[in-house]
């Protein structure tokens, strides 16, 4: 199991870090299926790129820019390379604003996701480095060290789909983000009297994902669901049912003009409900 140091700031900001260096999957693994209106998400065109590279194996990879070799510079100077994967390329870089530097580049291979990070774990402690992880589900997680001197998080992100394994090298200064102003913005959606809220949101490619969490008084997920749904039809909002719901869980995804997000809400203990809200703008869309 990776050592989790829930209470130490490298964890925090780790988690974060996990979370926004998987560029356009949306923070929170568990809504990898989210789609905007048939635009492709970034996953969606980082598949496209490996396919683009199967293709042109037989005529030779094309080179890389020099952005993408600083990028590369920027992430893969702290893990050697993964056996059995892929040629790393470069995803994005400082996307979060200039106070907060992140460069993000990626491989893929066909080992599984706790392959990958039980692989990096090892190399890590060999250095004796100390490690810091999660993993959010059997098919995602992180894994990587904080550096304490110029707080910077440095991580390897896993997400596995469609028997393929996507390994998200990163390295960013996530301090300044922790501390930026998370209230919730006042055109967004959210249940009457949602408690412990935090907001983010991310500026990617013509498009802006900003996420809600907080929780919600509600004695089952189903009274939760019933709650938001009136807030989102009183505000012009559409509702439409996501995955097969559960007894602890229900999926949503709402929309507006230009607008469209993925709502989980999960069981929590006692009377509270979990609410999560992982929202899409389009550029042009005036909230």
């Not at 060290?145 to 910077?152: A, L």
């Not at 390994?167 to 998370?182: K, T, Y």
């Not at 039809?233 to 559960?246: C, H, I, K, T």
């Not at 709402?254 to 009377?271: E, F």
């Amino acid at each position: 199991m990776l050592r989790e140091v829930a209470h130490h700031p490298a964890f925090r900001a780790g988690t974060l870090l996990a979370s926004v260096a998987v560029v356009g999957v949306l923070l929170g693994v568990a809504w990898e299926d989210v789609r905007y209106s048939g635009a492709p998400t970034a996953l969606e065109r980082v598949e496209a790129q490996v396919e683009a590279r199967e293709t042109a194996q037989d005529t030779g990879l094309p080179a890389r820019t020099k952005r993408d070799e600083a990028i590369l510079a920027r992430t893969l100077t702290y893990f050697p390379p993964y056996p059995k994967a892929s040629r790393p390329e470069a995803l994005a870089a400082d996307y979060m604003g200039p106070d907060a530097p992140i460069a993000v580049s990626w491989f893929a291979t066909t080992d599984s996701s706790d392959q990958v990070l039980e692989h990096y774990r090892k190399v890590l402690l060999d250095q004796g480095l100390p490690v810091i992880g999660m993993r959010f589900n059997p098919n995602a997680g992180y894994v990587g060290y904080w550096v304490p001197d110029t707080e910077e998080v440095r991580l390897v992100s896993t997400l596995h789909q469609g028997g393929e394994t996507m390994a998200f090298v990163s390295a960013g200064q996530m301090a300044n983000v922790l501390n930026r102003d998370s209230r919730v913005p006042d055109w967004i959606p959210v249940p009457p009297g949602l408690q412990v809220t935090s907001s983010l949101t991310l500026k990617m490619e013509g498009l802006d994902n900003t996420t809600v969490t907080g929780t919600m008084s509600a004695a089952t997920v189903e009274a939760a669901e019933q709650i938001y749904r009136k807030t989102l039809r009183s505000r012009g909002w559409v509702a439409e049912d996501g995955s097969s719901p559960s007894f602890q869980q229900r999926e949503l995804t709402v929309s507006n003009t230009g607008l469209r997000g993925q709502v989980i809400l999960k069981q929590a203990a006692g009377d509270e409900v979990e609410f999560h809200l992982s929202l899409m703008q389009k550029a042009e869309a005036v909230p």
